[in-house]
């Protein structure tokens, strides 16, 4: 985005999709930003009067076929468009047949999915240095599930094929919709396993681990639904390398974040590290881990409609603007 004297003025932002839970929790957080501002937010109905060249960015907190619609339009119009759906995500092996297999939809515009900028904060400036006009902004639990991993294999700590991911989350990850699985009477007191093997994450964490790691896992991955709104608790489980124990833990959790505010990690003997409570409302990411013999056990929890959404987008926003990461969500409180 044209930067002219960002940090004194604000910059011109519309959302799409507003009325979702992310949408909703995109809006409230940018209400607050003091440098962005909503001057317009558009739905089904009125999308098509967006004229994309009088906004900085376009937020697109839409379903993937919504966003395949509209995204090309946006972008040769000029615009930044953030996507919080699956649309982009997915960069690696054949576009056609990932997008079929995990998405089920006939990806549209497979050139933009080559150009997109997977925005994984604090990873992000690993992938392009560059400002980018598409940013993918990654699903919840790719979200957390990564940021436990990649530390892990980018020294490399843990083998490979050891990789196990127990993946929990509240009911709002699955969206607005009228499904019966998620009326209260059928998750009230369960935990239930879903898509299980098939959740349309698992390439995009395997993916972005190789690209980011030069490294393979093909991990066993299962997906939960929790009786609760909002929250991801992701537990990834590994065998160590010889040699390597928890103090070189702490130290890749260390090297990976001390720059990063929005991750705090530790041993598990901190509970609230563990405690979905003490994360949603909040744009962190709390990782905590326990090493027993050779084997380790990382649990990282979020907020899958803030770190795992509408706040990591914001997150994109603020690179896209050259301002510090944290920008417009340091106020955010805990929902205890």
Wanted: proline share 6%; net charge neutral.
């Amino acid at each position: 985005m044209q930067n002219t004297s960002v940090r004194a003025s604000k910059f011109s932002v519309a959302v799409v999709g507003g009325t979702g839970y992310s949408g909703q929790e995109l809006i409230r957080l940018l209400k607050h930003h003091p440098h962005a501002e909503v001057t317009g937010s558009f739905n089904s109905t009125n999308v098509r009067e967006l004229k994309a060249r009088d906004y900085h960015a376009i937020f697109l907190a839409t379903p993937l076929e919504t966003s395949l619609a509209l995204a090309p339009e946006f972008l040769k119009q000029g615009a930044h468009v953030i996507d919080l759906s699956g649309a982009f995500r997915l960069p690696v092996g054949q576009i056609t047949a990932n997008y079929q297999t995990w998405y089920k939809v006939e990806h549209s515009a497979p050139e933009l999915v080559m150009q997109a900028h997977y925005g994984l904060v604090p990873w992000k400036k690993a992938l392009s240095p560059k400002t980018p006009q598409l940013v993918a902004n990654p699903g919840c639990y790719a979200s957390a599930v990564l940021l436990a991993l990649l530390p892990l294999l980018q020294h490399p700590l843990i083998r490979p094929e050891s990789v196990v991911i127990d993946a929990k989350s509240g009911t709002t990850g699955a969206g607005k919709k009228a499904e019966e699985a998620l009326l209260f009477s059928e998750v009230d007191g369960e935990c239930l396993p879903y898509k299980i093997g098939t959740h349309q994450h698992l390439p995009e964490i395997t993916q972005w681990c190789q690209l980011l790691t030069q490294t393979k896992i093909d991990p066993i991955f299962t997906t939960h639904l929790l009786p609760t709104r909002r929250g991801i608790i992701a537990g990834v489980y590994a065998r160590l390398l010889p040699g390597k124990g928890l103090s070189d833990v702490q130290t890749a959790f260390h090297e990976a974040y001390h720059s990063y505010p929005l991750v705090q990690h530790g041993e598990t003997s901190n509970k609230k590290l563990l405690s979905l409570k003490s994360v949603v409302g909040t744009a962190m990411t709390h990782i905590a881990y326990q090493v027993t013999g050779d084997k380790l056990h990382v649990f990282a929890t979020l907020d899958n409609l803030l770190k795992g959404a509408a706040s990591q987008a914001i997150e994109n926003f603020n690179a896209l603007a050259d301002l510090p990461v944290n920008t417009g969500l340091t106020h955010l409180e805990a929902l205890t």
